[in-house]
């Protein structure tokens, strides 16, 4: 099934690697912005989250263990950005909710740390 952001008459309940797009999945507590055109992964948290590393920071996509679906957690990899021997990885609260991103996870403004 290929959807893009600009298909919004179909709300996915899950996403696939057949898929392109950008995708906004939310957790309730964090929204996670999967761009699938270009494989790569934002944590955006919300005030309720705690923080993690490289949040709101766009991340490259190395492997997914489990896809986002609607009723279930997730689970992927990236590399660490500081360090090429080491990998960094999310597993997210259950998916709430995944809809079309208006836009891409690098521009989302970043919160400056208070």
Avoid: C
């Amino acid at each position: 099934m290929d959807q893009s952001p600009q298909d919004k008459t179909q709300t996915p309940t899950e996403l696939s690697p057949e898929m392109g797009g950008h995708w906004e999945v939310d957790t309730g507590n964090s929204v996670h912005v999967w761009d699938l055109d270009v494989m790569t992964y934002t944590r955006l948290p919300g005030p309720t989250a705690g923080p993690l590393a490289y949040d709101r920071l766009e991340m490259p996509i190395t492997r997914v263990e489990i896809w986002p679906s609607v009723g279930r957690r997730f689970f992927l990899w990236f590399d660490d950005p500081v360090d090429p021997l080491m990998e960094q990885w999310r597993a997210s609260s259950t998916v709430a909710t995944i809809t079309p991103a208006a836009v891409t996870a690098t521009d989302t403004p970043e919160t400056p740390e208070a």
